[in-house]
C-alpha cells in the first residue's frame, strides 16, 4: 500500500498469533507496501509478537538539524539529546545514572557510518556538562582532531592509551579509598569529584588480535568498567567490529558491553553475525539495514536522458540503533556536526559546539594517581614508553608493580612490547580502514607503517590475490578500497 498523495505518515500495528515469533524481511516487506525506498519505512518490533510498521512518504532521517548546545548539557537524570528517532522524538544517551554512577557505552559501526563525528557530539557534550573527558584517538590523532585541547587528556598512540589507562584505574583505587573514609557507597556527581570518562577510539587497534599490549588493554578497559561506576570513572570504546575476539577476547568485556549502551551505526554483515552471537542485541530483537547510501534503487533505461535519470543518493551517516534503551529497534540519526563541505584545516563549527574555555580537569585529589605520565600531558616522558616497550634495560629487573612509572593492578597481564609481525595482506588491509586510496597513496601508507619495505610489485601482487578473495576492489583511476560486508 503507497500513501495517498495528501498523506505524510501512515502507521500500522501488526501482531502474529500466540506462539509465533514475529520476524520480517525488509526487501520483502517493502514490496508488500509498495515502498520504493526503504529509507521511508520504519519498523519497530517488541522481539516478541507485535510491531509497529510506519510509511513516510519522504525519508525521514534525511535532514537532521545541527546540534545544538543546548541538547548537549547533561539534564538531571544524566541524560544528553544526541539526535531524533525517526518519528521526530529525541535520541537520548544516558552519561550519569544519579545513585549509581558512570556509564559504560561503546560505538560500533563500519568506515563513514558516522563513528568520529559521533565521537565530537559526545566529547563536546561532556565538555559542556562539567565531566572531565580523557581521549585515546588511535588513528594518530585525525579521528577527532578538533578534541585536542578540548578534553583533559588527549593521546594518539598505543603506549598514550595504555598509560591512560593505567591511570584510569588508578584514579578508581584513589576515589574508592576516599570515599571509603568518607563513609560513601555512591557516587554523586561534584560532590566532591566530577564524573570522569576515558574514551578509546578506534578501539580494535588496540585490542585486536595481534595488537602489542592487547591482553593488558583489554583487562585495564574491562577493570575500569567492573569498578569505576561507583566512584564516577566511565569507559566508551568506539570501534569498527563489533566482534569480541576483536575486542580483547574478554568474557567480562562482553557482559560489560551488554550493561551498558550500545550505538549500533552502519555495520557489516559479519558485524551483525558477531552482535548476536555475542549476546550483545536483545533477545529477539530484528534490525533493517541502513544502507550505505539512502534513496530508492534506480533503473536508468538507456532511452532515457541522462539529466533526467540521474538522482544523487544521500549519505546515511550518523544513522543508528541505540541498543539497550527502550527503543532498540528504532532507528535514529545523530545530529548533524560540523560544516556540510570539508574545510581546511579544523572545523570551525565543530569548535563552535565544544565552546570557549578550558576543558573539565581533574581533581586535584587524584592527581598523584593519575601519575607522571597526566601530569606531563601532553607529552608522555620518553622514559615511561621506553619502559612499556621494554627497552629500559636499567629497569629489566624491575617487578611489574613498577611498570610505566604507575603501580600495575593486582593480576594484570604483563605489558608485550614487541611490534606484531603482519603479513603484507594485513598491512594493506589496516591501511585501507580509513577509506580508498589511490596505489600511490597506499603504498606510501603500508611502507609507512614500521614495517617491512614492500616494493610496488609486492604490493600489486597481494592487492591481486585480496581482489580474487573478495577483500578488496579497485574502481577506474586505480584507487582501491576495502569491502567490509
Not at 29 to 36: D, F, K, T, Y
Not at 398 to 413: D, E, I, K, N, W
Request: glycine content about 10%.
Amino acid at each position: 500500500m503507497t500513501a495517498p498523495a495528501d498523506i505524510d505518515v501512515v502507521e500500522l500495528e501488526v501482531q502474529v498469533p500466540a506462539g509465533d515469533v514475529i520476524n520480517y524481511n525488509l526487501r520483502n516487506l517493502c514490496s508488500a507496501l509498495g515502498v520504493l525506498d526503504p529509507a521511508c519505512l520504519a519498523v519497530e518490533t517488541d522481539g516478541l509478537t507485535r510491531a509497529l510498521i510506519t510509511i513516510y512518504k519522504e525519508p525521514p532521517l534525511a535532514n537532521i538539524p545541527a546540534a545544538r548546545p543546548e541538547d548537549l548539557v547533561m539534564d538531571a537524570d544524566g541524560y544528553i539529546t544526541k539526535g531524533l528517532y525517526h518519528d521526530g522524538r529525541p535520541a537520548r544517551e544516558r552519561l550519569y545514572e544519579p545513585g549509581s554512577g558512570a556509564q559504560r557505552s561503546a560505538v560500533f559501526g563500519t568506515t563513514g557510518a558516522g563513528k568520529s563525528r559521533a565521537l565530537q557530539l559526545r566529547l563536546a557534550a561532556e565538555k559542556r556538562s562539567g565531566i572531565v573527558s580523557w581521549l585515546a584517538d588511535l588513528k594518530g590523532g585525525q579521528s577527532v582532531p578538533e578534541a585536542k585541547g578540548n578534553v583533559d587528556w588527549h593521546v594518539t598512540t598505543q603506549e598514550g592509551s595504555i598509560l591512560m589507562l593505567l591511570a584510569l584505574v588508578a584514579v578508581i583505587e584513589e576515589r574508592t579509598h576516599r570515599y571509603e573514609a568518607l563513609g560513601r557507597s555512591y557516587f554523586a556527581i561534584n560532590d566532591p569529584d566530577p564524573l570522569l570518562v576515558g574514551h578509546i577510539d578506534e578501539a580494535n587497534r588496540l585490542l585486536e588480535k595481534g595488537a602489542p599490549y592487547r591482553d593488558l588493554g583489554a583487562y585495564l578497559v574491562k577493570e575500569v568498567g567492573r569498578t569505576g561506576r561507583s566512584v564516577g570513572v566511565g569507559i566508551n570504546i568506539a570501534a569498527q567490529a563489533g566482534h569480541i575476539d576483536e575486542l580483547g577476547g574478554s568474557d567480562t568485556l562482553r557482559a560489560m558491553l551488554k550493561e551498558g549502551s550500545v550505538t549500533l551505526l552502519r555495520w557489516s554483515s559479519s558485524m551483525m553475525q558477531s552482535l548476536v552471537s555475542d549476546g550483545l542485541l536483545p533477545p529477539g530483537t530484528q534490525l533493517a539495514p541502513i544502507p550505505k547510501r539512502s534513496g530508492p534503487p534506480q533503473l536508468r533505461s538507456r532511452f532515457t536522458p541522462d539529466e533526467e535519470s540521474e538522482t544523487a543518493p544521500g549519505s546515511t551517516a550518523g544513522t543508528a540503533y541505540i541498543l539497550g534503551s527502550d527503543r532498540p529497534t528504532a532507528p535514529m540519526r545523530h545530529f548533524r556536526v560540523g560544516s556540510k563541505t570539508p574545510v581546511p584545516g579544523l572545523d570551525p563549527e565543530i569548535l563552535a559546539l565544544y565552546g570557549p574555555g578550558e576543558p573539565p580537569r581533574l581533581e586535584e585529589e587524584s592527581h598523584d594517581a593519575a601519575g607522571e605520565a597526566y601530569a606531563a600531558r601532553p607529552h608522555i616522558p620518553a622514559h615511561l614508553i621506553a619502559k612499556l616497550r621494554g627497552e629500559d634495560q636499567g629497569e629489566a629487573s624491575a617487578t611489574p608493580a613498577t611498570t610505566a612509572g604507575l603501580r600495575m593492578p593486582v593480576g594484570a597481564p604483563p605489558a608485550k612490547p614487541s611490534a606484531p609481525k603482519l603479513t603484507a595482506a594485513a598491512r594493506i588491509l589496516r591501511a585501507l580502514e580509513d577509506g580508498p586510496l589511490q596505489k600511490q597513496d597506499l603504498i606510501a601508507k603500508v611502507n609507512g607503517d614500521g614495517g617491512p619495505e614492500l616494493s610496488a610489485g609486492s604490493v600489486s601482487n597481494v592487492l591481486t590475490a585480496l581482489g580474487k578473495k573478495g577483500h578488496v576492489t579497485t574502481s577506474g583511476g586505480g584507487i582501491y578500497e576495502r569491502i567490509t560486508n
